[in-house]
């Protein structure tokens, strides 16, 4: 399973763009990358996902390199109720199970 | 996106005894759910994977006889933590992947407090 590595904490301030990095080295080939949201006693949230380049939906974009070894969320205009932990998964194409890793805790000041 | 429910949302037992949490997933059909828990601060453990008509699956260190996994049908895993002990509190979140294998959704989680 791959694993993913993220910074741990992030602080930012209202109405910045934030971009989290996460490394995935060994990622395989059928593997796509998904980044999740969580607050506070709350089930993770789906945020986005890509297989390559760049995926943009309505809350943020994807960016994937070539080499797929790492992504990049990017949050435009932060608010403080993004607030949260934010995880880069990757999934495994045969079992389709997460392992999680630390997550990034964003904190949003005023 | 797709609705994952647990219940209940929250638990209080004693010491000693069992306590069943379900995961439901309310639009789609679900063959596998996952169960994790989740202690303060920290991040999600995968605790085992549940597989309708068969078998769990758990991760090394996770007791199967203490927590029990049974996935009844195409929408419905239940976790049942036997002879609860006040190590056992933590949250306890379940999953499912979509006909889409790779995007999973998540339950709004249980927190089980054991006195």
């Known amino acids: 399973l791959a694993k993913t590595t993220q910074p741990i904490s992030m602080d930012s301030y209202e109405g910045q763009e934030v971009n989290i990095t996460c490394s995935h080295n060994?990622?395989?080939?059928?593997?796509?990358i998904t980044w999740y949201q969580q607050f506070p006693s709350q089930g993770p949230r789906f945020i986005i996902q890509?297989?390559?380049t760049k995926v943009t939906n309505e809350v943020a974009s994807l960016f994937i390199p070539a080499d797929r070894k790492s992504s990049t969320l990017s949050l435009p205009r932060v608010s403080l109720s993004d607030t949260a932990v934010y995880y880069c998964?990757?999934?495994?194409?045969?079992?389709?199970?997460?392992?999680f890793g630390t997550g990034t805790r964003l904190k949003v000041l005023a | 996106g797709a609705v994952v429910s647990q219940h209940p949302s929250w638990v209080i037992c004693k010491s000693g005894t069992s306590v069943k949490i379900e995961c439901r997933s309310l639009d789609f059909q679900a063959t596998t759910m996952f169960w994790y828990r989740q202690f303060p601060k920290q991040s999600l453990m995968l605790m085992a994977t549940?597989?309708?008509?068969?078998?769990?699956?758990?991760e090394q260190g996770v007791e199967k006889d203490k927590f029990l996994i049974n996935h009844a049908s195409l929408t419905l895993s239940t976790l049942t933590v036997t002879s609860a002990h006040p190590e056992d509190s933590s949250f306890y979140i379940c999953s499912a992947p979509t006909s889409r294998k790779d995007t999973q959704y998540f339950g709004p989680g249980t927190r089980l407090t054991v006195l």
């Open positions: 549940s597989n309708e008509g068969s078998k769990a699956t758990y």
């Open positions: 060994n990622i395989a080939t059928n593997d796509y």
């Open positions: 890509g297989y390559k």
């Open positions: 998964l990757v999934g495994d194409s045969g079992t389709y199970k997460y392992i």
